[in-house]
Protein backbone atom coordinates (compact mmCIF):
# COMPACT_ATOMS: atom_id res chain seq x y z
CA UNK A 1 0.00 0.00 0.00
CA UNK A 2 1.47 3.16 -0.87
CA UNK A 3 0.17 6.58 1.25
CA UNK A 4 0.31 10.47 0.20
CA UNK A 5 -0.57 13.09 2.65
CA UNK A 6 -0.87 16.61 1.47
CA UNK A 7 -1.02 19.81 4.17
CA UNK A 8 -0.31 23.33 3.93
CA UNK A 9 -3.19 24.83 2.33
CA UNK A 10 -5.24 27.68 3.76
CA UNK A 11 -6.82 30.43 2.53
CA UNK A 12 -4.71 33.78 1.83
CA UNK A 13 -5.07 36.90 0.39
CA UNK A 14 -3.86 37.29 -3.92
CA UNK A 15 -0.10 38.25 -3.39
CA UNK A 16 0.54 35.83 -0.69
CA UNK A 17 2.51 32.63 -0.17
CA UNK A 18 1.92 29.07 1.08
CA UNK A 19 3.82 26.36 0.86
CA UNK A 20 2.32 23.12 0.14
CA UNK A 21 3.82 19.38 1.97
CA UNK A 22 3.20 15.96 0.73
CA UNK A 23 4.87 13.28 2.76
CA UNK A 24 5.18 9.60 0.97
CA UNK A 25 4.75 6.67 2.77
CA UNK A 26 4.63 2.32 1.69
CA UNK A 27 5.39 1.62 -2.15
CA UNK A 28 5.07 5.51 -2.78
CA UNK A 29 8.85 6.03 -1.65
CA UNK A 30 9.67 4.16 -4.42
CA UNK A 31 8.05 6.68 -6.62
CA UNK A 32 10.56 8.07 -10.00
CA UNK A 33 8.40 10.90 -10.15
CA UNK A 34 6.01 12.93 -8.18
CA UNK A 35 3.68 15.97 -8.94
CA UNK A 36 0.85 18.66 -8.06
CA UNK A 37 -2.28 18.74 -9.35
CA UNK A 38 -5.21 21.61 -9.07
CA UNK A 39 -8.51 20.95 -9.08
CA UNK A 40 -11.16 24.38 -8.79
CA UNK A 41 -14.97 23.69 -8.71
CA UNK A 42 -16.67 22.85 -12.37
CA UNK A 43 -12.71 22.37 -14.36
CA UNK A 44 -10.98 19.44 -14.76
CA UNK A 45 -7.90 18.46 -12.73
CA UNK A 46 -4.63 20.16 -14.36
CA UNK A 47 -1.36 19.42 -13.73
CA UNK A 48 1.03 22.01 -11.44
CA UNK A 49 4.46 20.97 -11.40
CA UNK A 50 5.96 17.57 -11.11
CA UNK A 51 9.99 16.41 -10.46
CA UNK A 52 12.08 13.10 -10.88
CA UNK A 53 13.25 11.97 -7.56
CA UNK A 54 16.50 10.87 -9.69
CA UNK A 55 18.41 14.44 -10.40
CA UNK A 56 15.88 16.84 -9.39
CA UNK A 57 14.99 18.12 -12.99
CA UNK A 58 11.10 19.64 -12.99
CA UNK A 59 8.37 20.60 -15.13
CA UNK A 60 5.66 23.61 -14.25
CA UNK A 61 2.25 24.58 -16.24
CA UNK A 62 2.83 27.60 -18.07
CA UNK A 63 0.41 29.65 -15.59
CA UNK A 64 2.67 29.03 -12.69
CA UNK A 65 6.10 29.37 -14.10
CA UNK A 66 8.05 31.71 -12.13
CA UNK A 67 5.52 31.88 -9.27
CA UNK A 68 5.36 28.02 -7.73
CA UNK A 69 8.67 26.01 -7.38
CA UNK A 70 8.47 22.29 -6.44
CA UNK A 71 11.28 20.68 -4.77
CA UNK A 72 11.93 17.70 -2.66
CA UNK A 73 13.90 16.10 0.64
CA UNK A 74 14.33 12.59 -0.16
CA UNK A 75 16.22 12.00 3.43
CA UNK A 76 11.99 13.26 4.58
CA UNK A 77 10.41 11.50 1.77
CA UNK A 78 8.74 14.83 1.39
CA UNK A 79 7.82 16.91 -1.54
CA UNK A 80 7.01 20.71 -1.33
CA UNK A 81 5.31 22.97 -3.63
CA UNK A 82 6.29 26.96 -2.46
CA UNK A 83 3.57 28.94 -4.03
CA UNK A 84 4.30 32.41 -4.28
CA UNK A 85 2.55 35.73 -5.55
CA UNK A 86 -0.77 33.64 -5.34
CA UNK A 87 -3.71 34.81 -7.73
CA UNK A 88 -7.34 34.17 -7.27
CA UNK A 89 -7.12 32.16 -9.81
CA UNK A 90 -4.95 29.80 -8.06
CA UNK A 91 -7.51 28.26 -5.88
CA UNK A 92 -8.35 24.97 -5.93
CA UNK A 93 -7.79 21.35 -4.51
CA UNK A 94 -4.47 20.74 -4.92
CA UNK A 95 -3.10 16.67 -5.31
CA UNK A 96 -0.09 15.25 -4.89
CA UNK A 97 0.64 12.70 -7.13
CA UNK A 98 3.35 9.88 -7.43
CA UNK A 99 4.57 6.93 -10.14
CA UNK A 100 6.81 4.79 -11.04
CA UNK A 101 7.06 5.00 -14.30
CA UNK A 102 8.15 7.88 -16.55
CA UNK A 103 7.90 11.68 -15.57
CA UNK A 104 4.66 12.69 -17.24
CA UNK A 105 1.27 13.99 -16.31
CA UNK A 106 -0.58 11.40 -18.07
CA UNK A 107 1.57 9.01 -16.08
CA UNK A 108 1.07 10.97 -12.92
CA UNK A 109 -2.66 10.31 -13.20
CA UNK A 110 -2.39 6.94 -13.21
CA UNK A 111 -0.43 6.44 -10.23
CA UNK A 112 -0.70 6.93 -6.44
CA UNK A 113 -2.94 10.62 -5.51
CA UNK A 114 -3.47 12.02 -2.07
CA UNK A 115 -6.60 13.52 -0.56
CA UNK A 116 -6.00 16.67 -1.75
CA UNK A 117 -5.67 20.12 0.58
CA UNK A 118 -7.50 23.17 0.41
CA UNK A 119 -5.57 26.69 -0.99
CA UNK A 120 -8.10 29.70 -1.22
CA UNK A 121 -7.02 32.73 -2.58
CA UNK A 122 -9.28 35.86 -2.19
CA UNK A 123 -8.54 38.98 -4.00
Known amino acids: QGQLVESGGGSVQAGGSLRLSCAAS????????MGWFRQAPGKPREGVARIWASGGSTYYADSVKGRFTISQDNAKKTVYLQMNNLKPEDSGKYYC????????????????WGQGTQVTVSS
Open 26 to 33: GDTLSSNC
Open 97 to 112: AATRSVCLWSTLKSGY
